[in-house]
């Protein structure tokens, strides 16, 4: 028996679906509050606002996509391995969410700056993204000389944003394949 959600969670569930689906600027409290089948006073009750509801769905963005990334590279032994699981769980998340793209990346393009908490959210997925990959490329490279092992970290890091971008145009995994192989050859070549 599944448990039936109350008016916090139908609001984050609904806004969550329709923020990544048709974009936020395109989503209007009314309509979050008649889809989730909640009254206006309980948005207000449990988020102050549409911008304090776009942090929220940005922070569980983040944890969602962290704890897939780890469920990937779990069963990886190798920091190189680690990293290529990193590709194939893009793949795979592209493909679930039917390439709507980074929910990070489509909020920027919609509010930019303009909501600063929301913008905080955005940096500190990306930072965190970026720091987790350069983890492993240092790891990947522990023991080679002369290599600039943040450089390559950062090119990956590059690669792998490009990859979600792209992916989003052409609606399909050819990027992401693309990027995980010039990954693994860069890794190879230094």
């Not at 990959?133 to 990947?140: D, G, P, R």
């Not at 600039?148 to 944003?161: A, Q």
Request: net charge positive.
């Amino acid at each position: 028996m599944t448990k039936k959600l109350g008016p916090k969670e139908r609001i984050l569930e609904t806004a969550a679906r329709l923020f990544h689906s048709q974009g936020y600027n395109n989503t209007g409290i009314n309509q979050i509050l008649a889809e989730a089948n909640v009254a206006k006073a309980s948005l207000y009750q449990h988020f102050g606002s549409k911008d304090e509801l776009g942090v929220i769905y940005l922070k569980q963005g983040r944890e969602e996509w962290f704890s897939g990334i780890e469920q990937w590279t779990a069963a990886k032994k190798a920091p190189a391995q680690k990293l290529s699981a990193c590709f194939d769980f893009l793949e795979y998340a592209l493909q679930k969410d039917d390439y709507l793209g980074c929910k990070f990346i489509n909020i920027l393009s919609e509010v930019g700056t303009t909501s600063p908490l929301m913008f905080k959210q955005i940096l500190e997925h990306k930072g965190k993204l970026r720091q987790y990959m350069k983890s492993l490329v240092e790891k990947a490279l522990e023991g080679a000389s002369g290599v600039d092992s943040d450089f390559v970290g950062d090119s990956i890091y590059l690669l792998y944003e490009g990859a979600i971008v792209e992916s989003k145009i052409y609606r399909d995994t050819w990027p992401v394949k693309k990027a995980k192989k010039m990954a693994e050859v860069l890794l190879k070549k230094v």
